[in-house]
């Protein structure tokens, strides 16, 4: 039995609004003003199937959490009926440029360059960019405001040179470390990154079984697409690498506390706190795009925490309010009583505070990050805060306390050993492992991380360096890093709409 395509049809509006998702319908006009994504964009599915734009953003497990059991009307009898009468419904303006994006899409694929043409990260990038939702695309690569610190993430590893050693025996070189005890097999990470499925239909597990392949670390985002426990299931296995957890701090403490328990107890070895982002930053190109796809300010990522969301800020920035933003120093040892995880605090961005973290005694480990320069532009690089952090920590014998790890803009196994070099225990990728899944699913991961892994190992012979623990600050040379020499990046829109100021024109021009 179950419901016909017809009666849920019926339920298209306001006052009763029913949608389908994978199969089964459900009545959410009472959660509409709930939505943290804003209503407009249920509105959009009312009394017809919205699958394949709830899945992307919405773990599986959403609607049995946030929506009352009494609003689960049961199975669709008829899905043909449902598929054909959406067919024939005539499409919006949007839908129709949203027909033609897939069109587009399907074709730029058909083109896309084996992945074995991808020698480098920005390889998977440029691909990345071709043959992805332009949505998709905005939301995984915009940053804050003028995108000034996303650019510079990457500028930074540029004033920094290396000094090799010579006539070294370099025939082995040992890439592996550990991470808070445990081995792995590079120096790098998979960092936390919202919402893979935006990406690839099949989420953050295609980060996590590249990871397993590699025996690297993957940090899983407390706003992924796929379930935790998805996650953790896709990772286990022989040869099981290692899940650490990133959170982000519900003002519904009870809420964090099951998430970090069910974590630990399901075999994640760290907490990462996310603690730059109070509030989200602005991130316009995500704006517009979405702008773009709903005919007004709508939602890039639709994720219930529970809470109502204020439309009026834009899409994502509504989603985080479930973030607490009165989180503070103070809270470090409610942390600490609820976990015997290590605690790391991520996105630290000046030493004096790697030092008060370091001297709670309550915190394993910091991450100095400006979140991929999507939250306060101009923050500095990671690099930057790294090279004043590592003295800091030195001179009050706390180096050895605290484990330091960076992300943002690292693209080259160089910008790796730079930032080992200068004290890092390891870096965190995001992006370009998203675009490298994106573009070619978990092939293209384990491509990308196989060749971080072989430019490390030449990089590291060249240097003069046989295993991570020979990096060290002499092998830089880093007198331009802090000073900025080759420029703040360009400031596009001001640059566009700027005026330029005139001198006196001749009368007769
Ligand atoms: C980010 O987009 O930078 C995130 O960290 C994920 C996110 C997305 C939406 C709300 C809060 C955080």
């Given at each position: 039995m179950g419901l016909s395509a017809k009666e849920i049809s019926q339920h298209s509006d306001r006052q009763s609004c029913w949608v389908i998702v994978r199969g089964n319908v459900f009545d959410v006009t009472e959660f509409l003003p709930e939505h943290p994504g804003g209503e407009k964009i249920i509105l959009k599915y009312a009394g017809r199937d919205a699958t394949a734009a709830f899945d992307p953003v919405h773990p599986p497990d959403t609607l049995d959490k946030y929506l009352d059991k009494s609003k689960h009307l049961g199975p669709v009898a008829d899905m043909e009926a449902v598929a054909a009468a959406d067919k024939n419904r005539k499409k919006t303006p949007e839908e129709e440029a949203e027909a033609a994006e897939e069109t587009r899409i399907a074709e730029a694929r058909k083109n896309m360059p084996p992945v074995d043409s991808c020698y480098n990260l920005l390889d998977f990038e440029a691909v990345a960019r071709r043959i992805m939702k332009k949505g998709a695309w905005a939301y995984y690569s915009s940053a804050a405001d003028d995108e000034i610190s996303l650019r510079e993430n990457r500028a930074a590893f540029q004033r920094v040179w290396f000094r090799p050693r010579i006539l070294i025996d370099v025939e082995r070189v040992d890439l592996s470390t550990r991470m808070f005890g445990a081995r792995v097999s590079a120096p790098f990470y998979v960092t936390a990154t919202a919402l893979g499925k935006l990406g690839?239909?099949?989420?953050?597990t295609c980060l996590t079984k590249a990871a397993a392949r590699h025996q690297v670390v993957q940090m899983i985002p407390t706003l992924a697409s796929c379930s935790f426990d998805e996650i953790m299931d896709a990772a286990e296995g022989p040869g099981n690498p290692y899940q650490w957890l990133q959170l982000y701090v519900n003002k519904d403490r009870e809420i964090t506390r099951k998430i970090i328990q069910h974590a630990e107890a399901r075999g994640c070895r760290a907490l990462f706190i996310t603690v730059d982002a109070p509030q989200l930053g602005r991130r316009e190109k995500d704006m517009r795009a979405k702008e773009a796809a709903l005919g007004d300010g709508g939602s890039s990522v639709q994720k219930s925490e529970g809470l109502k969301s204020d439309n009026s800020q834009g899409a994502a920035r509504a989603i985080s309010s479930f973030i607490d933003p009165s989180l503070c120093w103070d809270d470090l040892p409610w942390f600490r009583s609820v976990t015997r995880l290590p605690i790391i605090l991520k996105g630290v961005q000046r030493a004096e505070d790697v030092v008060r973290a370091a001297e709670t005694g309550l915190v394993d480990g910091v991450v100095l990050s400006n979140h991929g320069g999507r939250q306060l532009d101009f923050a500095r690089s990671s690099l930057e805060v790294l090279a004043e952090t590592m003295p800091a920590l030195r001179a009050r014998g706390l180096d050895r306390r605290i484990e330091v790890y960076v992300d943002g803009g690292l693209r080259r196994a160089t910008d790796i050993l730079k930032a080992l070099c200068l004290g890092a225990k390891g870096v965190g990728i995001g992006r370009p492992f998203l675009y490298a899944m994106s573009a070619y699913g978990v092939d293209g991961v384990d491509r990308a991380m196989s060749l971080l892994k072989d430019e490390l190992e030449m990089d590291m012979r060249l240097l003069g360096a046989r295993t991570i623990d020979d990096l060290g600050p002499e092998l830089v040379d880093t007198r331009s890093l802090g000073s900025h020499p080759n420029g703040v990046p360009d400031d596009y829109l001001a640059r566009d709409v700027y005026d330029p100021l005139q001198t006196p024109a001749q009368r007769n021009a």
């Open positions: 690839h239909p099949d989420g953050e």
